[in-house]
T-cell receptor, first 115, second 113 residues
Framework: GESVGLHLPTLSVQEGDNSIINCAYS??????FIWYKQESGKGPQFIID?????DKRQGQRVTVLLNKTVKHLSLQIAATQPGDSAVYFC??????????????FGKGTHLIIQP | AAGVIQSPRHLIKEKRETATLKCYPI?????VYWYQQGPGQDPQFLIS???????DKGSIPDRFSAQQFSDYHSELNMSSLELGDSALYFC????????????FGPGTRLTVT
């Protein structure tokens, strides 16, 4: 992922609506993907992950979709709540580091919840 | 549940000084990762360790070094600090085998003046 500098893409949604955050990843050899939520001044918080042999995975209020053909990942958050306000990052792992690979993060998206 | 512990949480250093950041992984996790996050940027992977051996290497400057100890904790040593080193430094831990999701600590905010 490339650094975005001081400008983050922003997604503004109404409380209670569904949110969809998109991410394009760069390495077709990546075998594992994770979505993280990061609040200001805090560490990234694990949300959900998906392996490259899957297309969809669901968690509590969240769904991740993986399209390997176009190297695209999305995170769907159902019934968005004020506590969902944060920066969301997708991250990919190349699978070449023997299990201890570093993650490559995509550009973050700042999710803002409107009351 | 126990999380990743990092110390110190805040650190102020002057240019050309050295700094040491510490990371204590989640109990029973055997792999540690270090990341650097500049203001408004995504985290950048620096280095990882498994069983005290360097496992993967990212964009870690030559001025930085790290190691993992027998109790699995890790230290990131930073020398000849530059203004551009000011950032949040995160440690993450995981199991090397199995699902392997990485859990991040709260970070150390390093300010170089």
């Amino acid at each position: 992922g490339e650094s975005v500098g001081l400008h983050l893409p922003t997604l503004s949604v109404q409380e209670g609506d569904n949110s969809i955050i998109n991410c394009a990843y760069s390495n077709s050899a990546s075998d594992y993907f994770i979505w993280y939520k990061q609040e200001s001044g805090k560490g990234p918080q694990f949300i959900i992950d998906i392996r490259s042999n899957m297309d969809k995975r669901q968690g509590q209020r969240v769904t991740v979709l993986l399209n390997k053909t176009v190297k695209h990942l999305s995170l769907q958050i159902a019934a968005t709540q004020p506590g969902d306000s944060a920066v969301y990052f997708c991250a990919e792992r190349s699978g070449l580091g023997g299990g201890a690979d570093g993650l490559t993060f995509g550009k973050g998206t700042h999710l803002i919840i409107q009351p | 549940a126990a999380g990743v512990i990092q110390s110190p949480r805040h650190l102020i250093k002057e240019k050309r000084e050295t700094a040491t950041l510490k990371c204590y992984p989640i109990p029973r996790h055997d792999t540690v990762y270090w990341y650097q996050q500049g203001p408004g940027q995504d985290p950048q992977f620096l280095i990882s360790f498994y069983e005290k051996m360097q496992s993967d290497k990212g964009s870690i400057p030559d001025r930085f070094s790290a190691q993992q100890f027998s109790d699995y904790h890790s230290e990131l040593n930073m020398s000849s600090l530059e203004l551009g080193d000011s950032a949040l430094y995160f440690c993450a831990s995981s199991f090397r085998e199995g699902v392997r999701e990485q859990y991040f600590g709260p970070g150390t905010r390093l300010t170089v003046t």
